[in-house]
């Protein structure tokens, strides 16, 4: 069962690419089935279970396996649109299914293949990248966000009382500058131009134009906004990640990554539909990792149901007042360094919060 398991991402493209099929008010399936998924995560109990996997080559193939399901996914969307099946308001149902687990899914097994060290992996983060709209991400995460977490040289950790919307702006920029200053000094070394062949940005340009133009020819010109509009709810989602698992968390720069240096989400479907990403205390100490060996942290700071952070992200007073402040007062007072104490209390002050670190 622990490897059957992490094919609940697979099944749920399924029922929502079965929903757009379907056409007309079934474009809502995969946001309705989000909602509900939420719901069930939050009442579950905690999972701190190391995963027991009989079948390693399955799991390790099984990320590869949703380049192909969010292309299909994609794919049947623009074909209901193209023939008129998806229309008036159900177009909205539709992009918020889509680019929602798109963000979701595609950025979580993206993320693992992005870890990986072989060419097939990174191609395989870039191909799932281009359903998101962002390519190449991983050259910023890998040698940016998992060297400087939690500090200011980080665009991928967000401050203290900054909102989501407000910070996938800077997120983004901070990941497209990443990518373009790292390949291009890399082509520059061996002697090659900008947009040399040799390079991934070629390619992850090629990828994603092709995979514009065969929805576009799908859906018909209509596409054109949808798509972008799709795009930007998508890498939403995939910042939302960053957001909530180390927002308002601090660091001395230079300082040992600890497991207090990041939030975990711990419940049954955050674990397995995120492909263990929610076990971030550990992917942080080891990042090279495979994802169904992560060990869960129940120690580590808590957040609750990952899909639940997610809606109440979009609320910014529901996020702050429930979910981050409460847990960020517990974090200061007993997990930060004294050091740390002193760079909570400044980031406090400086988005109007209460001094609560003393």
Request: charged share 15%.
């Amino acid at each position: 069962m622990d490897t059957v398991r992490y094919f609940s991402s697979l099944l749920v493209i399924a029922i929502a690419t079965a929903g757009l099929a379907v056409g007309g008010i079934g474009a809502w399936t995969g946001i309705g089935l989000f909602v509900l998924l939420a719901l069930v995560d939050s009442a579950m109990q905690p999972d701190y279970r190391q995963r027991q996997i009989r079948y390693p080559a399955m799991v390790r193939a099984l990320p590869y396996l949703h380049y192909p399901a969010l292309l299909a996914f994609w794919m049947v969307f623009g074909w209901q649109l193209g023939v008129g099946a998806i229309s008036g308001w159900h177009i909205l149902g539709g992009v918020l299914s889509v680019g929602v687990w798109n963000g979701t899914i595609g950025l979580a097994t993206a993320h693992e293949l992005m870890h990986g060290k072989s060419l097939l992996a990174r191609t395989g983060a870039d191909l799932i990248g281009t359903c998101y709209g962002i390519p190449i991400t991983d050259l910023g995460h890998v040698h940016v966000h998992h060297i400087h977490l939690d500090t200011p040289q980080d665009g991928d950790t967000p401050r203290r009382g900054e909102s989501l919307y407000r910070f996938v702006l800077r997120s983004v920029a901070a990941q497209i500058g990443a990518t373009f200053e790292l390949e291009f000094a890399y082509l520059e070394k061996i002697g090659k131009s900008p947009w040399s062949p040799r390079g991934r940005l070629f390619w992850g340009v090629v990828f994603e134009l092709g995979f514009a133009a065969g929805f576009i020819y799908l859906a018909g010109w209509i596409g054109l906004p949808i798509l972008l509009l799709t795009w930007v709810l998508g890498f939403t989602v995939m910042a939302d990640y960053n957001y909530v698992q180390h927002y308002g968390l601090v660091r001395v720069p230079g300082s040992t990554i600890k497991p207090h240096h990041a939030w975990n989400h711990l419940r049954p479907l955050s674990r397995v539909l995120a492909y263990e990403i929610t076990t971030h205390s550990e992917h942080h100490l080891n990042p090279d990792v495979t994802y169904v060996s992560l060990t869960p942290m129940p120690d580590a700071p808590q957040m609750p149901s990952l899909l639940v952070c997610f809606l109440a992200s979009i609320l910014p007073p529901l996020w702050d007042g429930l979910i981050a402040k409460p847990r960020l007062q517990h974090w200061d007072r007993h997990f930060a360094s004294a050091e740390e104490r002193v760079l909570a209390q400044q980031a406090n002050q400086a988005a109007g919060w209460p001094d609560w670190a003393v």
